[in-house]
């Protein structure tokens, strides 16, 4: 009978480690997993923080834009303005 119990305990001892290797592996991966939402989310926040930076300079080089047509349009119509001057000039 103690032969018994000494094996039985010896299968025992041989399995321990090879079980906490392997509850300690899935606890790993429990941890990983609880942390995807914490991850994902601090992504997102990152993306919509770069989204939000890149729409303003959209909006100031939109602005620029609009500031720098309403320059060449009044620059076209100086030009004109000249060559009509200058066509009636030549003309007098």
Not at 28 to 41: F, G, M, N, S
Not at 56 to 65: E, G, L, M, T
Request: aromatic share 8%.
């Amino acid at each position: 009978m103690a032969t018994r119990v000494a094996s039985a305990y010896s299968c025992f001892d041989g399995l321990v480690p090879n079980c906490e290797g392997k509850i300690e592996r899935w606890k790993e991966q429990v941890r990983t997993i609880q942390q995807k939402p914490y991850k994902l989310r601090d992504q997102c926040k990152y993306v919509a923080k770069r989204l939000s930076e890149s729409q303003q300079k959209f909006a100031h080089v939109k602005a620029s834009i609009r500031k720098l047509e309403k320059k060449l349009n009044k620059n076209k119509t100086k030009k004109q303005t000249l060559e009509n001057d200058s066509i009636l000039y030549h003309w007098d």
